[in-house]
């Protein structure tokens, strides 16, 4: 069962395409995609309001009369819904198929009056299940698109939900968007973090004893660095697209706040290139304590054996049927009356000889 389990996990992520020739901006559902549910959170200065299970005659209703608007979709088996959001909003099509096709690697695209931005956070720390975020956002809206629960938005939640005055209220759209994609990014910091101290409790662990499991953990977390890696390039990309574009519902100010994300993601690669050196050198290091160990090994085995050669060879000449009577030469230790004693004495001092000689040449 754990076997199975880990060549489960191990198991590469499809992306789910359209057919080949099919119409660009053709949207077709995951058949294990989630129920879609729809969350609408309405923002102006003053106060806020959030509706739950909301529908499109909400989002009509409402489109129109707040100053920031946020729609946060979970779960993309609804494809008519997804094409009545992007109706509502003039979302571009050939970004909604990007929605429903999920493994989209981290990128931004500028339309006339809106951003499209994909963004990948860690869904389940431990399984490393990845999930895909899409961000729109213009003048007075963000939509939000998820493949299923659990996202790193609480603290943006409570910040707009807080009774003191705060910028997400304060601020347009674009800030909103700011705040969210810093929440996916400052997400990773928590796994990466966890895997630099277990990566420090291994080397710890090696430098007393080797064991086969530390192996098997060092090449899991350095294949799990890796795909950090490939997930982490691509959105310091995008934030630098973002930050670089001069549009006009991406405001000055809101970029000075973009490129601390930028740092964040920085840092972030940095921790994980080093982990990732770390992992490679303590994989060398373990092959070269695990043959070191085995060369041990095989030396102790050796002088064993070296020591047990004399001792055999005098048994087996004293084992030999010898007649002392028919001939002095015939072994007349035979009959020695402290043969046997002064037999094992005399191998004794042998075997305590080699190793004098052994320790006197260092090799024990």
């Known amino acids: 069962m754990a076997k199975a389990e880990a060549i489960k996990k191990r198991a590469p992520v499809k992306t789910r395409r359209p057919p080949v020739g099919a119409s660009p901006g053709t949207l077709i559902a995951d058949p294990s995609a989630r129920r879609s549910e729809l969350r609408l959170t309405l923002i102006s200065p003053q106060k806020f309001k959030t509706i739950e299970n909301a529908s499109i005659d909400d989002l009509n209703t409402h489109c129109d009369k707040w100053p920031v608007l946020w729609l946060d979709c979970t779960g993309l088996a609804n494809i008519q819904l997804i094409e009545e959001i992007g109706r509502i909003f003039s979302l571009h099509p050939l970004a909604l198929e990007d929605v429903v096709n999920t493994g989209q690697r981290p990128k931004v695209d500028f339309f006339e009056d809106h951003a499209f931005v994909v963004v990948r956070m860690i869904d389940d720390v431990t399984s490393h299940r990845y999930e895909q975020i899409a961000v729109f956002f213009g003048k007075n809206f963000v939509v939000t698109f998820q493949e299923r629960e659990g996202d790193p938005f609480d603290p943006v939640r409570k910040r707009i939900e807080s009774s003191a005055p705060n910028r997400l209220r304060a601020r347009g759209a674009d800030y909103l968007a700011y705040a969210l994609i810093d929440a996916v ?151 020695a009356y402290y043969g046997y004693p002064l037999s094992l004495l005399f191998m004794a001092l042998v075997a305590f000889g080699l190793i004098a000689f052994f320790k006197w040449k260092k090799w024990l």
């Open 185 to 335: 990014v400052d997400s990773y910091f928590p796994p990466i973090e966890a895997a630099g101290e277990l990566v420090d409790s291994i080397e710890d662990e090696m430098l007393h004893s080797t064991h086969k499991h530390q192996m098997r953990q060092l090449h899991e977390l350095r294949r799990d660095a890796n795909v950090l890696k490939g997930v982490l390039w691509p959105m310091r990309d995008a934030l630098a697209t973002l930050i670089r574009n001069d549009v006009p519902y991406v405001k000055a100010e809101t970029k000075i706040f973009l490129n601390d994300t930028l740092d964040h993601s920085l840092r972030l690669i940095e921790l994980v290139e080093t982990q990732r050196d770390m992992l490679t050198g303590l994989i060398e290091m373990h092959l070269s304590l695990s043959q070191a160990r085995t060369n041990d090994v095989i030396s102790y085995l050796t002088i064993v054996s070296v020591i047990f050669m004399p001792l055999t060879f005098l048994v087996g000449i004293w084992g030999m049927n010898f007649d002392p009577e028919s001939s002095p030469w015939n072994m007349p230790e035979l009959k």
